[in-house]
């Protein structure tokens, strides 16, 4: 039995508490076993963060500010850590000693680590690195100028602002000189965040502006020149023989990733049918994936971070596979566990010592501010010679600038790195440094930039085209840009723009823009559709089908109609952006925007409309009127069979309804009905409604053109009504109405005599006419759809019950 050994083990520390009948719970302290202290620590790092939001959102602040100011009020001598109790033996015990007791951080600390691996991960699957071959010489003179002014200001600024009391305690990781962590000032202030500009762009509502895509482009690069730095110089640190064998294991790393699980995801991407979920297996085989590749470059001395992000690249962003993956980890990694990182960042900071330490902190400070300016200048500069506007250059500058999650995960790390031994009240006023300047910048930035840019303002300066301007020009052909959400919108566009009638002396040019929501991906993607391209019958894309439709329809007007297809991958808040960025380049005189009630919603084949949130595309729609450079029709979807068809019915007429009241809208409304008068198979009806016979200023319905009197009012509509009249006298197919009403509930009552007796109604969003005529708002019919008008929300309703498709066009303010 010599062979026996004996060996002594610690048992290990309980998880659970007993609570207050435990004879171990110390009452004095009031410190808690680690689970329930960990999620005491959980519930103040979550909820605290929420609340303080509620305040700090309504001044452009982004959520990680709350998050980290969350975790600086639980520190001691700050807020809430201010010292409450004062025990007999001379403790001074306070909410951080018992929430944030330092025995009980760990377990918290590691959870925080966690969730950033991931969320890194998640990173690296919205970016696509094949981008970077599409960048011009401009985007990589700015990003590497970006990156690189900063860092040289801060190695040559650094030995400047040195102090020999302070330099006795260099930090280890880097060979140049300066005082205690100038390097890591200069390595975070001169890192640009890829995913950290993009969120923050999507935020302000300006990710697929002009500028937003800039930024986006130079974060990039800018992005992958640090990550090529970071890895220079922790292979400088090593010795040759160490340096091969990290080199080896990285290979091989990067065979596994790009040769092995690329071509496995691409597999099941294209193994996946369309609309239907990625198998729970793949996911589960690539979040172990994630957790080997971070634990082998922990081991060679990287950050798990570092290996998770390049794995995520491997990963093809978009549907199926990345928008699952993102979808899965959205909420519980980033909503969940993610402000615990932060709040954690919060926590190791340290006013305490302030005064004691204030030679460092000022050091520190002008070394903070000198890297910002260094990087502003590094954009201008370059800009100038290669063609931006100062302005634009300073405001990119600035927008570089910004920092966010991935700084705060390099910052949270930094302590982990440094022995126990190394830690001194400079240590810890370095991390209080950073943390502060990373929270400053943000702070002041993110306002200065929401204020400084408006992408709208080139939409307002830009001449505003309508269908009556274009008429009355005689333009050659008629340009329409067609929005389509899903396929359910493909027939009744098609159908209106059929109706339409385009000839040999005005040919019809369709600009078809498919409406998708960035999901799955950080960058926005305009995309043009090659034109007769051939489309397999087989594994076909939304898009392609959607194109394939339209060019169907090009095909059947031959030389007739033009047709060219576009697919837009931003987030709805923006979507706006590029829908009018479309539309002044393409110069259309109307927007066509379908829209479908979500009270009336009626699917077709196309199950993917129960997908798209109705309050985004009530915003969307309310941002495309506020911002159009052009007349916008809204076309709410009907379900006959007219409606539904995807070209002419034989022997049956296509019936037209237009509902005249009176004002710019309307007239803009008949314009387009009268465009449809020459062709055979649509009938056209004209039915004008009249009030009383005098009609004053105080009795009419506000417009917001208040630049035209009333009278000149009556006097467009009479014109415009006679004109259509004189063609009624010759054409057997027009047909034109007055009716009579004396109040809202007449009006409703005529309205509803008409709903059987239309394929299309063509009205306009607002109207001049008497007040009295038009039902009220708070009505049942008329409550919900401001963004329809008063009488389109009434028509449209589902007590209307109307079978045809409804068009509502709204003209632009300044058009007279």
């Known amino acids: 039995m010599k062979w026996l050994t004996f060996i002594k083990c610690n048992r290990p520390g309980m998880v659970n508490s007993g609570g207050l009948i435990n004879a171990n719970f110390d009452k004095n302290s009031f410190e808690f076993s680690p689970l329930p202290s960990l999620a005491l620590q959980m519930v103040c790092l979550l909820l605290v963060p929420r609340l303080l939001h509620s305040v700090l959102s309504r001044f452009r602040q982004p959520l990680f500010v709350s998050q980290i100011l969350a975790g600086i009020l639980f520190t001691e001598g700050v807020g809430l850590g201010t010292p409450v109790i004062h025990l007999d033996d001379g403790r001074v015990v306070g909410i951080p000693s018992y929430i944030f007791p ?12 966690f969730s950033s691996v991931f969320f890194i991960f998640k990173v690296g699957v919205q970016m696509d690195p094949k981008m970077l071959k599409t960048y011009g010489l ?379 929501e960035l999901v799955g991906r950080a960058s926005p993607l305009l995309i043009a559709h090659p034109r007769h391209k051939s489309i397999s019958s087989s594994n076909t894309s939304k898009s392609e089908r959607i194109v394939s439709a339209f060019q169907q329809f090009e095909d059947r007007y031959d030389n007739l109609a033009y047709v060219q297809s576009f697919t837009t991958i931003s987030p709805y808040a923006s979507m706006h952006n590029d829908i009018c960025s479309m539309s002044v380049e393409k110069r259309t005189a109307l927007i066509l925007f379908p829209f479908c009630r979500q009270d009336t919603v009626f699917l077709g084949d196309d199950m993917s409309r129960q997908n798209i949130s109705n309050r985004s595309i009530k915003n969307l729609l309310q941002n495309l009127l506020c911002n159009s450079p052009c007349s916008v029709g809204i076309l709410v979807d009907g379900n006959n069979y007219q409606a539904q068809s995807t070209c002419f019915l034989p022997d049956m007429p296509y019936r037209v309804i237009v509902l005249f009241f009176g004002g710019p809208d309307d007239r803009e409304a008949l314009v387009f009905a009268m465009n449809m008068i020459h062709h055979p198979l649509v009938f056209v009806t004209l039915v004008r409604f009249y009030g009383h016979e005098s009609l004053t200023s105080d009795e009419v319905i506000g417009y917001h053109n208040e630049s035209i009197s009333i009278e000149r009012h009556k006097f467009l509509d009479e014109e415009l009504v006679d004109h259509f009249r004189i063609k009624t006298m010759h054409d057997e197919t027009l047909m034109y109405k007055e009716l009579e009403v004396n109040d809202g509930e007449d009006t409703i009552w005529t309205l509803q005599s008409l709903k059987e007796d239309f394929d299309l109604m063509v009205l306009g969003r607002q109207q001049i006419t008497h007040s009295k005529i038009i039902p009220e708002k708070n009505t049942d019919w008329c409550d919900q759809y401001e963004e329809l008008g008063v009488i389109g929300d009434m028509v449209t309703s589902p007590d209307y019950n109307a079978k045809g498709s409804i068009l509502i066009i709204n003209q632009q303010k300044d058009i007279n």
């Not at 330092?102 to 680590?113: R, T, W």
């Not at 190695?155 to 040195?162: F, G, P, Q, T, V």
């Not at 290669?386 to 700084?407: R, T």
Request: some cysteine; aromatic content about 12%.
């Open 138 to 516: 401009r985007t990589y003179i700015l990003g590497l100028s970006c990156y690189l002014c900063p860092l040289i200001v801060g190695i040559k600024l650094s030995d400047w602002l040195r102090n020999d009391s302070i330099l006795r305690l260099r930090a280890t990781g880097f060979n140049w000189r300066g005082f205690l962590g100038s390097q890591r000032i200069s390595f975070v202030f001169s890192l640009v965040s890829f995913p950290v500009i993009a969120y923050v762009l999507t935020d302000l509502n300006i990710l697929n502006s002009d500028m937003g895509h800039l930024a986006l482009q130079v974060a990039m690069v800018a992005n992958f020149c640090h990550l090529v730095g970071q890895t220079w110089d922790i292979l400088a640190l090593l010795t040759p023989e160490q340096g091969m064998f990290i080199v080896l294991i990285l290979v091989g790393l990067f065979i596994f990733m790009f040769f092995i699980v690329r071509p496995a995801a691409l597999w099941i991407v294209k193994n996946t049918p369309e609309g239907k979920p990625v198998k729970e297996i793949y996911i589960l085989l690539i979040m172990i994936s994630v957790l080997l590749c971070g634990l082998v470059t922990q081991y060679c001395g990287f950050e798990a971070t570092d290996g998770a992000f390049f794995l995520g690249l491997a990963i093809p962003e978009g549907p199926p596979l990345g928008t699952t993956i993102v979808d899965k980890l959205d909420y519980m990694i980033t909503t969940f566990l993610m402000p615990l990182q932060m709040g954690v960042v919060g926590l190791k900071t340290n006013f305490r010592n302030f005064k004691k330490t204030f030679e460092f902190i000022w050091r520190a400070t002008v070394l903070m501010i000198c890297c910002t300016f260094a990087k502003i200048i590094g954009v201008v500069i370059p800009g100038v010679f290669l063609g931006v506007p100062i302005q634009d250059g300073f405001l990119l500058g600035l927008i570089m600038n910004l920092k966010g999650v991935v700084e705060v995960c390099i910052l949270n790390n930094y302590k982990d790195f440094m022995p126990a031994k190394d830690y001194t009240r400079y240590t810890y006023a370095l991390n209080t440094a950073l943390i502060s300047g990373v929270v400053m910048s943000t702070t002041i930035i993110t306002p200065v930039v929401k204020y400084l840019y408006d992408p709208t303002v080139k939409y307002s300066t830009t001449k505003r085209r309508s269908i009556l301007q274009w008429k009355n020009e005689n333009k050659t052909d008629f340009r329409v840009l067609a929005c389509v959400h899903t396929r359910d919108d493909v027939p009744n566009i098609i159908r209106l723009l059929e109706a339409s009638n385009p000839t040999k002396f005005c040919p019809l040019t369709v600009y078809v823009l498919h409406l998708v």
């Open 102 to 113: 330092s025995k009980n951080m760990e377990s918290l600390d590691l959870l925080a680590h």
